[in-house]
């Protein structure tokens, strides 16, 4: 069945550096892909989305591209913030009917001043 | 603004209990769903429901019932509470069709003693 496979975490950094969360899918046909967001006690927000090969999305210097050749959707960040520590979840959408998103597990990004 | 709300942030039962979560979103949404949020495990799916008063089972459903009288509400309902059973439950809504971003609730963190 369709699944998404992310990087397990936690992931720390220092205030500044480079991030990458990697992110891949198994799906039949041509799923949307997403980025969301859980900041601590919060529920998840959308943090970008692309919904075709190729596409790139981008939200608060975020960015991931849809690479259908290589199945992925990777997150990244050139200069990570503090306020930018929460969990990441990839989540692809079978785009057939109403059929839920699939989520992957989660990574935990702990950034330190 | 986009809002789901749920009952309560924080839940404390016994075991046998029966549990009321209750979601409530003010966009119009067609589609409702709850997870539950557990360390190492992610976002899993227990019920989704795609109209009123239609439901339809999610990967881990056993232990749960739902109900879905309103549009705007969707209840999880958890006949006899047992200890496993503790954990943070997130509702949320989306649009009909794919490609549509899923909005969250702030979670219920459910402590079942």
């Known amino acids: 069945g369709d699944s998404v496979t992310q990087m397990e975490g936690p992931v720390t950094l220092s205030e500044e550096a480079f991030l990458t969360i990697n992110c891949t899918y198994t799906a039949t046909g041509y799923p949307s892909l997403f980025w969301y967001v859980q900041y601590p006690g919060e529920g998840l927000q959308l943090l970008l989305k692309?919904?075709?090969?190729?596409d790139k999305g981008s939200n608060k210097g975020f960015e991931a591209t849809y690479r259908k050749e290589t199945t992925s959707f990777h997150l990244e960040k050139g200069s990570v913030q503090v306020s930018d520590s929460a969990v990441y979840f990839c989540?692809?959408?079978?785009?057939?009917?109403?059929?839920?998103?699939?989520f992957g597990k989660g990574t935990r990004l702990s950034v330190i001043a | 603004d986009v809002k789901v709300t749920q009952s309560s942030r924080y839940l404390v039962k016994r075991t046998g209990e029966k549990v009321f979560l209750e979601c409530v979103q003010d966009?119009?949404?067609?589609?409702m769903f709850w997870y539950r949020q557990d360390p190492g495990l992610g976002l899993r799916l227990i019920y989704f429901s795609y109209d009123v008063k239609m439901k339809e089972k999610g990967d881990i459903p056993e232990g749960y019932s739902v109900s879905r009288e309103k549009k705007e509400r969707f209840s999880l309902i958890l006949e006899s509470a047992s200890t496993n059973q503790t954990s943070m439950y997130l509702c949320a809504s989306s649009q009909q069709g794919s490609k549509e971003t899923q909005y969250f609730g702030p979670g219920t963190r459910l402590l079942v003693l």
């Open positions: 966009m119009d949404h067609e589609n």
């Open positions: 692309a919904t075709k090969a190729d």
């Open positions: 989540a692809l959408d079978r785009n057939s009917g109403n059929t839920p998103l699939v």
